[in-house]
């Protein structure tokens, strides 16, 4: 069983930066793809950034790219995701995801991830 545990969340002025983590145990072949979804009040989830180990291949939304970085760091089975330059259409819950691949990708829709963390709030104020 994939257990994954966010953190980092936070408070922020816009402009400010945030690193979220996501420590993941269980199932390291059950979860190829990793990632970073949000949802804001309203809204539908919807992906952020995810890496897809088999083939080191990442993704990004175009809202937060060149301002996301997602990584891994295989011995302490975590995901990253930093975040620069934050503005307030940023400010969501976001939730770590695992799964996949399927078909050799990682999905965009998160009905298909299994794995999910409990989510961490990121709020930016303008």
């Known amino acids: 069983q994939v257990q994954l545990v966010e953190s980092g969340g936070g408070s922020v002025q816009a402009g400010g930066s945030l690193r979220l983590s996501c420590a993941a145990s269980?199932?390291?072949?059950?979860?190829?793809?990793m990632g970073w979804f949000r949802q804001a009040p309203g809204k539908e989830r919807e992906r952020v950034a995810t890496f897809y180990s088999g083939g080191s291949i990442t993704f990004y939304a175009d809202s937060v790219k060149g301002r996301a970085t997602i990584s891994q760091d295989n011995a302490k089975n975590t995901v990253y995701l930093q975040m620069n330059s934050l503005n307030p259409e940023d400010t969501a819950m976001y939730y770590c995801a695992a799964g996949g691949p399927w078909y050799g990708y990682c999905s965009s829709s998160p009905t298909v991830y299994p794995y999910w963390g409990q989510g961490t709030q990121v709020t930016v104020s303008s």
């Open positions: 269980g199932g390291t072949s059950s979860r190829k793809c």
